[in-house]
């Protein structure tokens, strides 16, 4: 069996990011985040394209800004970010994301 974990990196305003390579057939690909208050993007909003992604509260409570609408995402809840839509993420704790696919995507920053 082969371990896919790469080390923990600095993302965009302060977060925590540990990502793993992605799938042996390269459909998904898995992140797990750690914020502590941190606003993602920093500044504007993030835009994906040609990739949807599934986050999943581990811990914490996170607010969410997507396509103009803000939920509260606490232990447990999911939500998937369709591509072309505009988010904004912030809050503390733990979040698992799956990105699909797992390569030939980029998420634009708009400030």
């Given at each position: 069996?082969?371990?896919?974990?790469?080390?923990?990196?600095?993302?965009?305003?302060?977060a925590t990011v540990t990502?793993?390579?992605?799938?042996l057939d390269k459909r998904?690909?898995?992140?797990?985040?750690?914020?502590?208050?941190?606003r993602y993007p920093k500044?504007?909003?993030?835009?994906?394209?040609?990739?949807?992604?599934?986050?999943?509260?581990?811990?914490?409570?996170?607010?969410?800004?997507?396509?103009?609408?803000?939920?509260?995402?606490?232990?447990?809840?999911?939500?998937?970010?369709?591509?072309?839509?505009?988010?904004?993420?912030?809050?503390?704790?733990?979040?698992?994301?799956?990105?699909?696919?797992?390569?030939?995507?980029?998420?634009?920053?708009?400030?």
């Amino acid at each position: 069996m082969k371990t896919f974990k790469q080390s923990p990196r600095p993302i965009s305003g302060g977060a925590t990011v540990t990502t793993y390579l992605p799938s042996l057939d390269k459909r998904v690909f898995f992140a797990h985040v750690e914020m502590n208050g941190e606003r993602y993007p920093k500044e504007g909003v993030a835009i994906n394209r040609s990739q949807t992604e599934a986050i999943y509260v581990i811990l914490g409570e996170f607010s969410v800004t997507y396509n103009n609408e803000s939920v509260i995402l606490k232990k447990d809840d999911i939500l998937y970010l369709e591509e072309g839509n505009p988010y904004v993420i912030q809050g503390s704790g733990e979040i698992v994301v799956a990105i699909t696919p797992a390569e030939g995507g980029t998420t634009e920053i708009k400030v």
